[in-house]
């Protein structure tokens, strides 16, 4: 029982390892992004 369930562990894990970093710069952009939107929004009401 134990010996198929070490190959399945590490391909879950090697998963994590690769997806992770996409992820990080998912969440780095929408951050980057709405900061963004913000200033954007501030610097139109001033000229408005």
Known sequence: MSTP???CFFAV?????IISPY???LSLISI???IFIKL???VGFKWA
Do not use: E, Q, T
Request: no cysteine; net charge positive; charged share 10%.
């Open 5 to 7: 369930m070490l190959p």
């Open 13 to 17: 894990v090697l998963s994590i390892i």
């Open 23 to 25: 992820f990080l710069k």
């Open 32 to 34: 980057a992004l709405r």
């Open 40 to 42: 954007v929004l501030s």
